[in-house]
């Protein structure tokens, strides 16, 4: 079973920012798409952002771009999500997922961890 171990939520004021991380074991985080998903209270799970395997190419929601940056760091085997100008709307619980598929479905993704919150006060 792979274990992916998120943690940097938090509570903080709109246009805050926040760095979520996510621990994944070494064969994951070297084979593996990494992506970001959050879900909020009554709502769907929706994608955030994703990076591949390789760390070369990066896909984002459209409602999150060019304020969250997802990146990973090989010899910590994290990956990141940096969120910017946060609003009240982001608060969610968010997700880190491993996948064979570097997509942006939920279905697309094969292990996930156990999520952590993220709250935006206006």
């Known amino acids: 079973q792979v274990q992916l171990v998120e943690s940097g939520g938090g509570l903080v004021q709109a246009g805050a920012s926040l760095r979520l991380s996510c621990t994944v074991p070494?064969?994951?985080?070297?084979?593996?798409?990494l992506g970001w998903f959050r879900q909020a209270p009554g709502k769907e799970r929706e994608f955030v952002a994703a990076i591949s395997w390789s760390g070369r190419s990066t896909k984002y929601a459209n409602s999150m771009k060019g304020r969250f940056t997802i990146s990973g760091d090989n010899a910590k085997n994290t990956v990141y999500l940096q969120m910017n100008s946060l609003k009240p709307e982001d608060t969610a619980v968010y997700y880190c997922?491993?996948?064979?598929?570097?997509?942006?479905?939920?279905?697309?993704?094969?292990?996930w961890g156990q999520g952590t919150q993220v709250t935006v006060s206006s």
């Open positions: 070494g064969r994951t985080f070297s084979t593996y798409a």
């Open positions: 997922a491993a996948g064979r598929e570097y997509g942006s479905r939920v279905d697309e993704y094969d292990y």
